[in-house]
């Protein structure tokens, strides 16, 4: 690229992210932030590297693309000298990797900057800032966690089903809630507590003929479901904050007596064979 001053050329990649939920979301559009980033190029006369584009929560540093950078920068020491964000939170929202990450980089003559919201790093002065700007998303990440964990607790107290589908049942809505139903597995998973029931069986050998049935599970699972209450209709709420857990009426239909889950819980624990 042209540079009239006669100066180095800036060599950047530029580093564009975006997670599922942020895509058609306040401005987080993959397209949006290559215009701002190819632009900001442009008037600024940077070479551009290249272009990536992450698909990925900012929560860590763990994400495919940004693996790649810096693999990229490793292997070609002083042939990238900035890497070029929209704004910080497209960076990371986390402040502590972060932080760690611009060390990182800058040990191998990379920098980090924005297009929205410019700092020099490189500036006692703006460590401030530059902490201010990685913290916020990190602030809003944990409401938006807080959040969402709340209204999952709420929601499982109303008879909800929040997780995946058991083994037996699929997820599916009841208008706006979130529940589940039997499925074509919901004999085997009956058959499997009435054989655990009678005591004539140990665990792992219903968790074999389980499998021998084409009903794949593993031996953790196995000892999870027989555990579930979700068989017999019910809803295990787990604590939060000063709540205790406790089971409730789901929305549901059970599939094992109740009678037969706590028979198979008594053999599983051993206090009954």
Known sequence: MKNNLNL?????????????????DRGFSLQHQETMLTKYCEINNFNIVDIYT??????????????????Y?????????????????????????????????HKLGVSVNTVEQPLDITNPDNKILLSLYLSIPEVENDKISLRTAE????????GCWTAQAPKGYDNVRDGKKSTIRPNSEAPLMVEAFN???????SADEVRKWLNDNKL?????????????????GKIRTGPWKKE?????VGLHPAIIPEEVFHRANDVLSGRRR
């Open 8 to 24: 180095p050329v800036m060599n950047v990649i530029c580093y564009k992210r975006v997670s599922t939920d942020e895509q058609a």
């Open 54 to 71: 992450e698909d990925c929560s900012g929560k860590s540093f763990d994400r495919p693309e940004w693996k790649k950078i810096m693999t």
């Open 73 to 105: 920068i490793r292997s070609h020491r002083g042939r990238v000298d900035l890497i070029l964000c929209n704004r910080w939170d497209r960076f990371s929202r986390n402040q502590y990797d972060s932080l760690t990450v611009i060390r990182e980089l």
């Open 151 to 158: 209204g999952s607790w709420r929601a499982r107290n109303e």
């Open 195 to 201: 054989m655990l029931a009678s005591g004539s069986y």
């Open 216 to 232: 794949k599970i593993s031996k953790n699972t196995f000892l999870r479901c027989i555990r579930n209450p979700v068989y017999i």
């Open 244 to 248: 205790l857990s406790q089971d409730v």
